[in-house]
Nanobody, 123 residues
Framework: QLQLVESGGGLVEPGGSLRLSCAAS????????VGWFRQAPGKLREAVAC????????KYADAVKGRFTTSRDNAKNMVYLEINSLKPEDTAVYYC????????????????WGQGTQVTVSA
């Protein structure tokens, strides 16, 4: 059974950093593009980044460009999201998802989702 599990979230001060992980089980991650999304309280879920199956294509939302970096280690069946220079507006539940196109930035591109990991940015 395909399963995605995010981890690495937490409480961090503004300007801090976190590395989120997305672990896949039940399938080989290496053949799939992966997207990262977030949902803040009272807001719609939005894409923040995506990475193609071999990592050669990466996209970022304008709000996170230069601060967020996604990478992957297919040998370990893992995808990562490094988030730096955190701002209070980055507070959200962060999700990874896998889908049927190389690197999508909309929810309909994705079929399977993790349960999310909470990131809270506060002094």
């Amino acid at each position: 059974q395909l399963q995605l599990v995010e981890s690495g979230g937490g409480l961090v001060e503004p300007g801090g950093s976190l590395r989120l992980s997305c672990a896949a089980s039940g399938f080989t991650f290496g053949g799939s593009g992966v997207g990262w999304f977030r949902q803040a309280p009272g807001k719609l879920r939005e894409a923040v980044a995506c990475i193609s199956s071999n990592g050669d294509l990466r996209k970022y939302a304008d709000a996170v460009k230069g601060r967020f970096t996604t990478s992957r280690d297919n040998a370990k069946n893992m995808v990562y999201l490094e988030i730096n220079s955190l701002k209070p507006e980055d507070t959200a539940v962060y999700y990874c998802a896998t889908g049927h196109i190389p690197c999508g930035m909309v929810e309909i591109d994705y079929d399977s989702w993790g349960q999310g990991t909470q990131v809270t940015v506060s002094a």
